[in-house]
């Protein structure tokens, strides 16, 4: 491809590589910083030999692929800070029972959940021991008291718990989550057991997050209702807290959400603004060098406002770099430009290689500088405004090509009137942005803002409006679709050979989007032979019972939740759409299953059981049955128990205790998740 000609370009993956390759297979931080280190010292050594040349030789090339790619694998480890010394897992004893005192720096506040507030913390000592590392704090919601700030010291006596993983099978892996973001443990506490040590900023974090604060509470003074409070915080404050679930669902039924999330979006639009404002700043000696640097510094303190959140940080460092070609009347390649953001970006954290909003950004944008300019030869716009609407129908349409197999993988649906909410939306997004930078700034400085509260209150109500009449069309909306990682990679095939068979059509492409379309439909055939196989799985669901056999594309539920309670399920639904499921039929729990020739029987809080005529393989208690089950073992001699989420936690431990003496296994899915038998 003419693209991986670029030198950049090849860095850049050549590092995404390194990445890629220390995450999965572990390589050791010695070899790759001493590969890094041999292989600049062999750069260098090759440029001083062939430096009154011309060209370098092939051998230079080769060496800094080679090197980019060991500095790939040591910038992983690099920023790994379980790698360093001090680091709390390396010090803390894992067989501690006993609580230590610690002492934490509030570094993030998350999103709470029903029942605990939440926030990304760093762990300062460890019983007066000084260590480093994010951890998880959890603490139980209290009314009573205000969260705490950024940068706010505290400390608590607690255990460093491991994060919990998944319990049953296809359920978000929290744990996998927070570990790419270098939190390994977590710290259950209340609010009564926190002692606050100091409350002022220390970090370039907390100085921002006061700055956030105090705009938040400039914007309560204001004329703005709370709703369009909420949606200013949210385009750009980066503060998504204050916006009702249903408005956000509805953003996302509509295929809107990125609007909602401080993106490329924004920070290309807040660009425009900015390179229009500063534009007689270009009259005096070294104007569009002053204009550029000035447009770096705010882009910059915009994004430690607004959070500094992954899309922000992307975003930004992306169009510092466009600012400066087109400031400075360089121009760049775009693609460079893109390979040039993604490779200062990972440098700096290359876990973001992982992150779904990072990969959907780059894919969009790739798209539209791919794709675009291939529609707008499809029709030749009359008018102004005609341009206007069809440019954007043609970028939302193009990113939609680069972002939509992810898309359905990660997220399992796709709105098809996605061009419409887009359509009418983005082309006034500009000036309700503009609008909200005025509302801020207004309030900062204490002058009249009715009038722009009024406008921003106006086209706030025509976005919502828009969006909401597009998530009411749910019949538009296709939910539940299952692709595999292979499909994935099979479509992405056929859009690069389609794209390029569209710019030039001649044989060997045409060949090349053929064997595309092939490769699609082996991964089709692969991923129905792959998911066809017989399970019994007894899920952990809390206070209830579910069991399920899964039989090629069926599924049989036999549960005790309610409907409502079933139709919702979160945890059936991602089995069924991760395992290709066609068919799901419900019904009551059974007294005995026959699994593979062995039978499991299941006994309830009656505490009833009658196996006269043979002895059960599996024994699977539930609904806290009061039995005795040392006698039980004697009278029908399991082979192994399982004891699900309806029982209570003392009869569970009991049950544990007269295993353990038995010598008998015993599987508690509030532990140890789903008990699975497969075929």
């Known amino acids: 491809m003419k693209l991986l000609r670029f030198p950049i370009i090849k860095l850049t993956v050549c590092l995404i590589l390194g990445i890629v390759a220390s995450y999965y297979y572990n390589i050791p931080f010695n070899l790759a910083a001493t590969a890094t280190l041999g292989g600049l010292l062999l750069l260098f050594t090759l440029h001083r030999v062939s430096k009154h040349k011309l060209e370098h030789p092939t051998s230079f090339g080769i060496a800094a692929l080679c090197t980019t790619f ?66 998880l704090l ?50 259950s506490t209340n609010r009564k057991e926190i002692l606050s040590l100091s409350a002022q900023p220390h970090t370039i974090f907390g100085y921002a997050a006061l700055i956030r604060q105090h705009i938040l509470n ?62 007689p700043i270009e009259r005096f000696r070294l104007g569009k060098l002053y204009k550029t640097i000035i447009t ?41 430009t893109l390979a040039i953001s993604i ?56 990113a939609q090509f680069g972002v939509l197999p992810l898309s359905i993988y990660y997220f ?17 997004l500009g000036l309700l942005l503009g609008c909200g930078i005025l509302v801020v700034f207004l309030s900062l400085v204490n002058l009249p803002i009715g009038f722009v509260t009024d406008v921003f209150h106006h086209l706030s109500n025509y976005m919502q409006s828009v969006v909401a009449w597009t998530a009411a069309k749910e019949a538009y909306i296709i939910k539940d679709i ?61 206070r209830h019972s579910i069991l399920s056999i899964h039989k090629n594309e069926q599924l049989e539920v036999n549960h005790n939740l309610d409907r409502f309670k079933f139709s919702k399920d979160k945890m059936l639904q991602n089995y069924r759409v991760e395992n290709f499921i066609s068919s799901m039929e419900q019904g009551p729990l059974k007294d005995l299953y026959m699994i593979n020739n062995k039978s499991l029987l299941v006994i309830d809080s009656l505490g009833v059981y009658n196996v006269s005529k043979f002895k059960p393989y599996y024994l699977l208690l539930r609904n806290s049955p009061k039995i005795n089950l040392k006698r039980v073992i004697d009278s029908i001699h399991p082979q192994s128990i399982i004891a699900d989420g309806s ?3 003392s009869y569970i431990e009991a049950w544990k205790t007269t295993c353990k003496k038995e010598k008998l296994p015993f599987h508690q899915t509030s532990e140890k998740g789903a008990f699975i038998i497969t075929n």
């Open 70 to 135: 060991f500095l790939g694998v040591s910038t992983f480890h690099f920023h790994n800070q379980r790698n360093f010394k001090n680091h709390y897992s390396n010090i803390i004893l894992k067989d501690k029972a006993t609580p230590s005192r610690l002492v934490l720096r509030v570094r993030e506040q998350l999103k709470p959940s029903t029942y605990h507030e939440k926030y990304v913390v760093d762990l300062l000592k460890i019983d007066s021991i000084p260590v480093r590392g994010k951890t």
């Open 138 to 187: 959890n603490i139980e919601i209290d009314s009573l008291y205000k969260p705490f700030k950024i940068d706010e010291i505290i400390s608590v006596k607690s255990l460093l718990n491991d994060l919990n993983p998944p319990l049953n099978p296809n359920q978000f892996n929290y744990k996998a989550y927070l570990e790419k973001q270098y939190i390994h443990h977590q710290i």
């Open 218 to 279: 400039r914007l309560e003074n204001t004329q703005l209702s709370k709703e369009d409070s909420a949606i200013l915080s949210a385009l750009l404050l980066g503060q998504r807290q204050n916006i009702s679930p249903e408005t956000y669902e509805q953003f996302t039924k509509a295929g809107a959400v990125h609007i909602l999330a401080i993106s490329g979006l924004h920070v290309g639009i807040i660009l425009l603004l900015l390179n229009l404002i500063l534009r």
């Open 296 to 336: 770096i510094v705010l882009l910059w303190i915009f994004a430690l406002i607004s959070g500094l959140s992954p899309s922000v940080t992307r975003a930004v460092t992306m169009f510092c770099v466009v600012s400066i070609g087109m400031n400075l009347k360089r121009p760049a390649n775009i693609y460079n």
């Open 343 to 398: 490779f200062i970006l990972l440098l700096f954290k290359p876990m973001l290689l992982f992150d779904v909003g990072f990969q959907l950004s780059y894919l969009a944008v790739i798209a539209i500088v791919t794709i675009q300019p291939l529609l707008n030869q499809l029709y030749s716009p009359k008018t102004k405004i005609d341009k206007l609407f069809w440019n954007v129908l043609t970028v939302t349409i193009a």
């Open 412 to 428: 399992h649906q796709a709105p098809l009137l996605f061009f419409v909410s887009n359509l009418l939306v983005i082309p006034i």
């Open 482 to 542: 299952a692709i595999s990682s292979f499909m994935v990679v099979a479509f992405y095939l056929l859009i690069i050979t389609s794209v390029r068979y569209w710019r030039k059509r001649d044989f060997n492409r045409l060949a090349w989007m053929l064997l595309a379309i092939i490769s699609l439909q082996i991964a089709f055939i692969f991923n129905k032979h792959s998911t066809s196989r017989d399970a019994f799985i007894v899920f952990h669901k809390s």
């Open 647 to 649: 029982n209570y936690r």
